[in-house]
Protein backbone atom coordinates (compact mmCIF):
# COMPACT_ATOMS: atom_id res chain seq x y z
CA UNK A 1 0.00 0.00 0.00
CA UNK A 2 1.48 3.47 -0.91
CA UNK A 3 0.77 6.75 0.25
CA UNK A 4 -2.02 8.93 -2.67
CA UNK A 5 -0.08 11.89 -3.48
CA UNK A 6 -2.82 14.49 -4.62
CA UNK A 7 -2.94 17.08 -7.43
CA UNK A 8 -5.10 19.96 -6.89
CA UNK A 9 -7.91 21.92 -8.30
CA UNK A 10 -7.59 25.84 -8.78
CA UNK A 11 -10.98 27.75 -8.28
CA UNK A 12 -10.95 31.48 -9.95
CA UNK A 13 -11.95 33.97 -7.33
CA UNK A 14 -12.74 37.78 -7.46
CA UNK A 15 -10.56 38.43 -4.43
CA UNK A 16 -7.86 35.55 -5.45
CA UNK A 17 -4.03 36.38 -6.98
CA UNK A 18 -1.21 34.47 -8.32
CA UNK A 19 0.64 33.43 -5.21
CA UNK A 20 -0.48 30.24 -5.38
CA UNK A 21 2.16 30.21 -8.30
CA UNK A 22 5.15 32.40 -6.55
CA UNK A 23 5.13 30.99 -2.89
CA UNK A 24 3.95 27.53 -4.37
CA UNK A 25 5.01 26.61 -7.51
CA UNK A 26 1.41 25.46 -8.74
CA UNK A 27 1.21 25.30 -12.25
CA UNK A 28 -1.73 27.61 -12.50
CA UNK A 29 -5.06 29.24 -14.62
CA UNK A 30 -4.31 32.48 -15.63
CA UNK A 31 -6.66 35.31 -13.77
CA UNK A 32 -7.05 35.90 -10.32
CA UNK A 33 -6.90 32.21 -8.79
CA UNK A 34 -8.40 32.42 -4.99
CA UNK A 35 -8.17 28.70 -4.20
CA UNK A 36 -6.34 25.94 -4.26
CA UNK A 37 -8.60 22.37 -3.22
CA UNK A 38 -5.55 20.71 -2.52
CA UNK A 39 -7.73 17.55 -1.13
CA UNK A 40 -10.73 17.11 -2.59
CA UNK A 41 -13.23 14.55 -3.27
CA UNK A 42 -15.97 17.65 -3.73
CA UNK A 43 -17.84 17.56 -6.90
CA UNK A 44 -16.92 21.03 -7.55
CA UNK A 45 -13.14 20.04 -8.07
CA UNK A 46 -11.90 17.16 -7.12
CA UNK A 47 -8.06 16.53 -6.61
CA UNK A 48 -6.41 13.28 -8.51
CA UNK A 49 -4.32 10.75 -7.45
CA UNK A 50 -0.63 10.80 -9.07
CA UNK A 51 1.35 7.98 -7.40
CA UNK A 52 1.26 4.45 -7.83
CA UNK A 53 -2.24 1.46 -8.69
CA UNK A 54 -4.62 4.50 -8.52
CA UNK A 55 -3.13 7.67 -10.34
CA UNK A 56 -5.56 9.32 -12.34
CA UNK A 57 -8.39 8.28 -10.09
CA UNK A 58 -10.55 10.93 -9.07
CA UNK A 59 -10.91 11.31 -4.81
CA UNK A 60 -14.68 11.30 -4.60
CA UNK A 61 -14.58 8.24 -6.63
CA UNK A 62 -11.90 6.38 -4.69
CA UNK A 63 -14.10 6.89 -2.21
CA UNK A 64 -17.07 5.55 -3.48
CA UNK A 65 -15.65 2.50 -4.75
CA UNK A 66 -12.19 1.68 -2.28
CA UNK A 67 -14.25 2.39 1.16
CA UNK A 68 -11.33 0.09 2.50
CA UNK A 69 -8.63 2.80 1.82
CA UNK A 70 -10.31 5.34 4.33
CA UNK A 71 -11.00 2.20 7.49
CA UNK A 72 -14.28 1.25 5.94
CA UNK A 73 -15.92 4.97 7.04
CA UNK A 74 -19.00 5.31 6.28
CA UNK A 75 -21.16 8.70 4.98
CA UNK A 76 -22.33 9.35 1.32
CA UNK A 77 -19.36 11.84 0.25
CA UNK A 78 -15.40 12.25 1.51
CA UNK A 79 -16.09 14.38 4.14
CA UNK A 80 -12.85 16.36 4.81
CA UNK A 81 -11.91 19.66 2.49
CA UNK A 82 -8.06 20.88 2.54
CA UNK A 83 -7.51 24.13 0.93
CA UNK A 84 -5.03 26.84 0.13
CA UNK A 85 -6.68 30.18 0.18
CA UNK A 86 -4.44 33.51 -1.31
CA UNK A 87 -7.06 36.85 -0.03
CA UNK A 88 -5.36 38.93 -2.59
CA UNK A 89 -8.72 40.81 -1.81
CA UNK A 90 -10.74 40.88 0.96
CA UNK A 91 -13.30 37.29 0.67
CA UNK A 92 -17.46 38.50 1.10
CA UNK A 93 -18.56 38.41 4.68
CA UNK A 94 -20.21 35.51 5.11
CA UNK A 95 -21.38 32.59 7.66
CA UNK A 96 -22.00 28.72 6.55
CA UNK A 97 -25.02 26.27 7.85
CA UNK A 98 -24.57 23.45 9.72
CA UNK A 99 -25.44 19.59 8.25
CA UNK A 100 -29.05 20.30 9.17
CA UNK A 101 -30.02 23.36 7.57
CA UNK A 102 -27.24 22.53 4.42
CA UNK A 103 -28.73 18.94 4.23
CA UNK A 104 -32.82 20.77 3.54
CA UNK A 105 -31.61 23.87 1.70
CA UNK A 106 -28.56 22.78 -0.02
CA UNK A 107 -28.47 19.46 -0.28
CA UNK A 108 -25.16 18.81 0.98
CA UNK A 109 -22.88 18.87 4.14
CA UNK A 110 -23.07 22.16 6.21
CA UNK A 111 -19.63 23.84 6.98
CA UNK A 112 -17.69 23.89 9.90
CA UNK A 113 -13.71 25.52 8.75
CA UNK A 114 -10.71 26.28 10.35
CA UNK A 115 -7.56 28.37 9.07
CA UNK A 116 -4.17 27.96 10.23
CA UNK A 117 -2.41 31.38 8.46
CA UNK A 118 0.05 30.54 6.37
CA UNK A 119 1.25 34.18 5.68
CA UNK A 120 -0.43 37.91 6.75
CA UNK A 121 0.76 41.06 5.79
CA UNK A 122 1.84 43.47 8.44
CA UNK A 123 -1.52 44.56 9.96
CA UNK A 124 -3.53 42.17 8.68
CA UNK A 125 -6.67 41.22 9.90
CA UNK A 126 -9.66 39.00 9.81
CA UNK A 127 -13.47 39.34 10.70
CA UNK A 128 -14.62 36.98 13.03
CA UNK A 129 -17.72 36.84 15.01
CA UNK A 130 -20.19 39.59 15.24
CA UNK A 131 -21.49 42.24 17.87
CA UNK A 132 -25.36 41.59 18.04
CA UNK A 133 -27.17 40.77 21.01
CA UNK A 134 -30.11 39.50 19.98
CA UNK A 135 -31.67 38.21 16.41
CA UNK A 136 -33.89 41.56 16.40
CA UNK A 137 -30.35 43.47 16.50
CA UNK A 138 -29.08 41.50 14.20
CA UNK A 139 -31.69 41.17 11.60
CA UNK A 140 -31.60 45.27 12.01
CA UNK A 141 -27.58 45.85 11.26
CA UNK A 142 -27.23 43.42 8.49
CA UNK A 143 -30.65 45.06 6.70
CA UNK A 144 -29.15 48.66 7.29
CA UNK A 145 -25.57 47.52 6.22
CA UNK A 146 -24.32 48.62 9.93
CA UNK A 147 -20.99 46.88 9.10
CA UNK A 148 -18.54 48.63 11.68
CA UNK A 149 -21.18 48.29 14.27
CA UNK A 150 -21.97 44.79 13.88
CA UNK A 151 -18.34 43.12 12.95
CA UNK A 152 -15.68 42.26 15.13
CA UNK A 153 -11.97 42.53 13.64
CA UNK A 154 -9.17 40.17 14.96
CA UNK A 155 -5.49 40.99 13.94
CA UNK A 156 -4.07 38.31 12.85
CA UNK A 157 -0.23 36.78 11.91
CA UNK A 158 0.83 33.89 10.56
CA UNK A 159 1.28 31.00 12.77
CA UNK A 160 -2.05 31.96 14.39
CA UNK A 161 -5.23 29.38 14.24
CA UNK A 162 -8.34 29.96 13.97
CA UNK A 163 -11.89 27.72 14.53
CA UNK A 164 -14.93 28.69 12.72
CA UNK A 165 -17.58 26.49 13.76
CA UNK A 166 -20.90 26.60 11.53
CA UNK A 167 -22.84 29.74 12.48
CA UNK A 168 -19.99 31.94 12.68
CA UNK A 169 -19.80 35.47 10.40
CA UNK A 170 -16.00 35.17 9.45
CA UNK A 171 -13.93 36.65 6.20
CA UNK A 172 -10.08 36.78 5.83
CA UNK A 173 -9.15 40.16 4.94
CA UNK A 174 -6.81 40.87 2.12
CA UNK A 175 -2.99 40.41 2.56
CA UNK A 176 -3.57 36.61 4.28
CA UNK A 177 -2.98 33.24 2.94
CA UNK A 178 -4.20 30.17 4.92
CA UNK A 179 -4.44 26.85 4.97
CA UNK A 180 -8.06 25.52 5.28
CA UNK A 181 -9.43 22.27 6.68
CA UNK A 182 -13.01 22.28 6.57
CA UNK A 183 -16.22 19.80 6.42
CA UNK A 184 -16.58 18.72 2.48
CA UNK A 185 -19.28 21.69 1.55
CA UNK A 186 -19.43 24.42 -1.11
CA UNK A 187 -22.37 26.27 0.72
CA UNK A 188 -21.04 30.24 1.79
CA UNK A 189 -23.95 32.57 2.45
CA UNK A 190 -22.73 36.17 2.06
CA UNK A 191 -23.72 39.06 3.70
CA UNK A 192 -21.88 41.66 2.51
CA UNK A 193 -19.13 41.76 -0.35
CA UNK A 194 -17.92 45.33 -0.33
CA UNK A 195 -20.53 46.27 -3.10
CA UNK A 196 -17.84 44.69 -5.65
CA UNK A 197 -18.85 43.96 -9.14
CA UNK A 198 -17.12 41.04 -11.07
CA UNK A 199 -14.54 41.86 -13.75
CA UNK A 200 -16.34 38.89 -16.23
CA UNK A 201 -19.64 39.03 -15.65
CA UNK A 202 -19.96 43.16 -14.88
CA UNK A 203 -22.84 41.80 -12.11
CA UNK A 204 -22.32 42.13 -8.45
CA UNK A 205 -22.21 38.16 -6.77
CA UNK A 206 -25.43 37.16 -5.10
CA UNK A 207 -25.95 37.90 -1.46
CA UNK A 208 -27.48 35.89 1.12
CA UNK A 209 -29.83 37.69 3.82
CA UNK A 210 -32.43 35.93 4.60
CA UNK A 211 -30.18 32.11 4.87
CA UNK A 212 -27.47 34.37 7.26
CA UNK A 213 -30.06 35.76 9.46
CA UNK A 214 -31.22 31.44 9.98
CA UNK A 215 -27.82 30.46 10.66
CA UNK A 216 -25.83 32.94 11.93
CA UNK A 217 -25.35 32.09 16.10
CA UNK A 218 -26.70 34.90 18.42
CA UNK A 219 -25.00 36.23 20.42
CA UNK A 220 -21.37 34.89 18.74
CA UNK A 221 -19.17 33.30 21.27
CA UNK A 222 -15.28 32.43 20.66
CA UNK A 223 -15.13 28.92 20.90
CA UNK A 224 -12.31 27.46 23.21
CA UNK A 225 -8.88 26.08 21.43
CA UNK A 226 -5.96 25.03 23.39
CA UNK A 227 -2.73 23.76 21.41
CA UNK A 228 -1.36 20.85 22.47
CA UNK A 229 2.43 20.86 22.19
CA UNK A 230 4.52 17.47 22.41
CA UNK A 231 7.83 17.50 22.07
CA UNK A 232 9.91 14.23 20.09
CA UNK A 233 13.72 14.97 20.11
CA UNK A 234 13.58 17.93 18.14
CA UNK A 235 10.46 17.97 16.66
CA UNK A 236 7.25 19.52 17.64
CA UNK A 237 3.71 18.03 17.13
CA UNK A 238 0.90 20.73 18.14
CA UNK A 239 -2.92 19.54 18.05
CA UNK A 240 -5.08 22.61 17.34
CA UNK A 241 -8.54 21.03 17.55
CA UNK A 242 -10.03 17.60 18.27
CA UNK A 243 -13.60 15.82 19.14
CA UNK A 244 -15.51 16.42 20.94
CA UNK A 245 -15.09 20.27 20.78
CA UNK A 246 -14.26 19.70 17.00
CA UNK A 247 -16.40 17.07 16.12
CA UNK A 248 -15.80 16.63 12.41
CA UNK A 249 -11.99 16.84 12.29
CA UNK A 250 -8.89 16.76 14.17
CA UNK A 251 -6.17 19.39 13.25
CA UNK A 252 -2.32 19.54 14.00
CA UNK A 253 0.76 20.90 13.13
CA UNK A 254 3.88 18.81 12.61
CA UNK A 255 7.27 20.49 13.02
CA UNK A 256 10.10 18.48 11.60
CA UNK A 257 13.54 19.00 12.67
CA UNK A 258 15.12 15.17 11.67
CA UNK A 259 13.35 12.54 12.17
CA UNK A 260 9.13 11.94 13.59
CA UNK A 261 7.27 8.57 13.26
CA UNK A 262 3.70 8.78 13.07
CA UNK A 263 0.64 6.55 13.22
CA UNK A 264 -2.76 7.31 13.02
CA UNK A 265 -5.77 7.85 15.00
CA UNK A 266 -7.72 4.14 15.70
CA UNK A 267 -7.28 2.71 12.53
CA UNK A 268 -8.07 6.30 10.52
CA UNK A 269 -6.65 7.77 7.62
CA UNK A 270 -4.54 10.84 7.70
CA UNK A 271 -5.00 13.85 5.46
CA UNK A 272 -1.08 16.20 5.54
CA UNK A 273 0.42 18.90 3.17
CA UNK A 274 3.84 20.37 3.29
CA UNK A 275 3.62 24.28 3.80
CA UNK A 276 7.35 25.03 4.12
CA UNK A 277 10.74 23.16 3.66
CA UNK A 278 11.27 19.74 2.08
CA UNK A 279 11.94 15.79 3.12
CA UNK A 280 10.91 12.50 2.68
CA UNK A 281 8.27 10.17 3.82
CA UNK A 282 8.88 6.45 4.43
CA UNK A 283 6.01 3.79 4.72
CA UNK A 284 6.44 -0.02 4.33
CA UNK A 285 10.30 0.56 3.05
CA UNK A 286 8.90 3.05 0.14
CA UNK A 287 10.54 6.51 0.39
CA UNK A 288 8.86 9.85 -1.00
CA UNK A 289 10.44 13.00 -1.50
CA UNK A 290 8.26 15.91 -0.06
CA UNK A 291 8.14 19.52 -0.53
CA UNK A 292 6.41 22.44 -0.10
CA UNK A 293 2.96 22.42 -1.73
CA UNK A 294 2.58 18.65 -1.71
CA UNK A 295 -0.27 17.31 -0.65
CA UNK A 296 -0.95 13.59 1.01
CA UNK A 297 -3.63 10.73 2.02
CA UNK A 298 -1.86 8.01 3.90
CA UNK A 299 -4.97 5.28 3.78
CA UNK A 300 -6.32 3.27 6.89
CA UNK A 301 -3.65 0.26 5.83
CA UNK A 302 -0.70 2.19 6.36
CA UNK A 303 -0.46 1.71 9.81
CA UNK A 304 2.41 3.71 10.77
CA UNK A 305 5.44 5.82 9.03
CA UNK A 306 8.23 8.04 9.25
CA UNK A 307 8.85 11.66 7.72
CA UNK A 308 12.46 13.49 8.45
CA UNK A 309 13.98 16.85 6.82
CA UNK A 310 13.54 20.15 7.62
CA UNK A 311 9.65 20.48 6.93
CA UNK A 312 6.02 21.83 8.08
CA UNK A 313 3.00 19.63 7.57
CA UNK A 314 -0.42 20.60 8.36
CA UNK A 315 -2.53 17.30 8.91
CA UNK A 316 -5.91 16.03 9.84
CA UNK A 317 -7.84 12.63 10.21
CA UNK A 318 -12.03 12.81 10.15
CA UNK A 319 -13.47 12.31 13.65
CA UNK A 320 -16.98 11.39 12.62
CA UNK A 321 -18.08 7.34 12.82
ZN1 LIG B 1 -15.91 30.57 5.02
Known sequence: ME?????????????????????????????DIGECWAISGHQ????????????????????NEHRELFGDAKGDVFPLLTKILDAEDSLSVQVHPDNAYSKEHEGELGKTECWYIIDAEEGAELIYGHNAKTHEELNSMLENGQWNDLLRKVPVKKGDF??????????LNKGIMVLETQQSSDTTYRMYDYDRVDKKTGEKRELHIKQS?????????????????????????????????????????????????????????????????SGKLVTDGNE??????????????????????????????????
Open 3 to 31: PLFLKPYFQPKIWGGRKLETIFDYDIPEG
Open 44 to 63: HGQSVVINGEYAGTKLGDLW
Open 162 to 171: FYVPSGTVHA
Open 213 to 277: EDTITVPHVDPKINIETKKNGKNLINTFVHSPQSPFFAVYEWLIKDELNLQHKDGKYTLASVITG
Open 288 to 321: YELKKGDHFLIPAQISNWTISGDLQLISSESEEK
